[in-house]
């Protein structure tokens, strides 16, 4: 298992997160990352939340141990890439 592709300026991605984005790719969705945020948060390092839905994707929130990033899913195929969010919150 290689690393994820990537596009986007920020190209680096943390370790909690590494597995969800491997597993976006697998579903054929591309990722482009967000610029990162230092903030405190209550939630666990991994934890990805649905934030909007996009005409060509969708945006999630995700939580590492530093911060967040938004991360938008580019895909058509919308349902499968939900589900696997729901799964892995």
């Known amino acids: 298992m290689g ?3 990537k596009r986007g300026k920020h ?3 943390s370790k909690h997160l590494r597995k969800f984005a491997s597993k976006m790719e697998r579903l054929g969705a591309k990722i482009i990352l967000g610029v990162p945020e230092s903030a405190r948060h209550r939630y666990a390092p991994g934890t990805v939340r ?3 839905d996009l005409d060509g994707g969708i945006e999630v929130k995700a939580y590492d141990g ?3 990033r938004k991360i938008f899913i580019l895909t058509k195929d919308k349902a499968s890439v939900l589900k696997a ?3 892995s919150t």
């Open 3 to 5: 690393k994820p592709k």
């Open 11 to 13: 190209s680096s991605i």
């Open 50 to 52: 649905f934030s909007k």
């Open 66 to 68: 530093k911060g967040l």
């Open 85 to 87: 969010i729901g799964e």
